[in-house]
């Protein structure tokens, strides 16, 4: 199992910035992508970012391009969501997810099937 914790949620007007860090344990081996996936009221949860197992390939959703970026660590057990420039849409609960083991090096899941683990999600509310 793996268990991941995400932190770094919170209330921020217009404009502002806010940084989303997800912390994967346990049985995590090396080869797992992670990605970010946010979830508004009364909306599907939808892909933002992912992140290769490699770091070789990132992913980002066109609605937060320009403005979201997505690392890991060295250590590739810590995924961080840079979000600049917020708008309200933004607004949502965001999820850390990572997938099962991957060989591909350059490969970045894009849909909620191709993830194996979930955290238990963070608020992002942005204000006008």
């Known amino acids: 199992q793996v268990q991941l914790v995400e932190s770094g949620g919170g209330s921020v007007q217009a404009g502002g910035s806010l940084r989303l860090s997800c912390a994967a344990s346990g049985r995590t081996g090396s080869n797992y992508a992670m990605g970010w996936f946010r979830q508004a009221p009364g909306k599907e949860r939808e892909f933002v970012a992912g992140?290769?197992?490699?770091?070789?390939?990132?992913a980002i959703a066109d609605s937060v391009k320009d403005r979201f970026t997505i690392s890991r660590t060295n250590a590739k057990n810590t995924v961080i969501l840079q979000m600049n420039s917020l708008k309200p849409e933004d607004t949502a609960v965001y999820y850390c997810?990572?997938?099962?083991?991957?060989?591909?090096?350059?490969?970045?899941?894009?849909?909620?099937?191709?993830?194996?683990?979930w955290g238990q999600g963070t608020q992002v509310t942005v204000s006008s």
């Open positions: 997810a990572a997938s099962g083991g991957v060989i591909n090096p350059a490969f970045v899941p894009t849909v909620q099937h191709q993830y194996a683990y």
């Open positions: 992140i290769s197992w490699t770091n070789r390939s990132a």
